[in-house]
């Protein structure tokens, strides 16, 4: 089975400097990675997906991801934070199900929230 | 207006009384699925769906049931909730996930359930 790890729970950034969220998976086989934001009282919105077209990966508000198969990791990044990008991030990861032939098996990681201050 | 509706959004109910939480999405999506999320532990899987009677089990399918009997429905079911139940689901849905798919998934509001 698929499983997702995310480095720390809880990052603080100044506004400004770079956002470097980490997500690593467990899988025999490329899978499909996504990475998802979710502001407060509100449901998840995803950021970006790598479906084995290119490795790096462009998403939503000036963020991207770089697949590495070598280190089975995705992790996010921003160049510039900003007060608005304050919100909680998971990262999640596509699995094979032999029950319905598809990739409709996803795994999350349990998240990091990011704080930016002035 | 796209989007992804689940009712009720606040539930508090007792130990053992037959619930269901109904999820609706009026995007013509294939696929649907449905997440509990709790502190520390991130989104879970329950159980997902890739078309009109097609459902598979997510990661934490004991104690839920669900069916798709149209394509714009996943109802989400209770049949003996447990307070170990209480958490905050979210319903999800695609266009679709197959080979060749969009793979994005668009969240409805979440219902917050408590089981006392």
């Known amino acids: 089975a698929q499983s997702v790890t995310q480095l720390g729970s809880h990052v603080s950034v100044s506004e400004g400097a770079l956002v470097l969220l980490r997500c690593n998976y467990s899988s025999s086989v490329p899978p499909y990675l996504f990475w998802y934001v979710q502001y407060p009282n509100q449901g998840l919105q995803l950021l970006l997906k790598y479906t084995s077209a290119a490795t790096l990966v462009k998403g939503i508000n000036g963020f991207e991801a770089e697949f590495k198969k070598s280190e089975t990791s995705f992790h996010l990044t921003k160049p510039s934070a900003h007060m608005s990008d304050a919100a909680e991030y998971f990262c999640a990861v596509s699995s094979f199900s032999l029950t319905t032939d598809s990739w409709g098996k996803l795994q999350f990681g349990a998240g990091t929230q990011v704080v930016v201050t002035p | 207006e796209a989007q992804v509706t689940q009712n009720p959004r606040y539930l508090i109910t007792v130990t053992g009384k037959k619930l269901t939480v109904t999820c609706s999405q009026n995007?013509?999506?294939?696929?649907m699925s449905w997440y509990r999320q709790d502190p520390g532990l991130g989104l879970r899987q329950i159980y997902y769906?890739?078309?009109?009677?097609v459902t598979d089990k997510g990661d934490v399918p004991e104690g839920y049931k669900v069916s798709r009997k149209e394509k714009r429905n996943f109802p989400l079911i209770l049949e003996s909730p447990s307070p170990n139940q209480t958490s905050l689901y979210f319903c999800?849905?695609?266009?679709?996930w197959g080979v060749g798919g969009d793979y994005e998934q668009y969240f409805g509001p979440g219902t917050r359930l408590t089981v006392t």
């Open positions: 769906s890739m078309n009109v009677e």
């Open positions: 999800a849905s695609s266009l679709s």
């Open positions: 995007m013509n999506h294939e696929y």
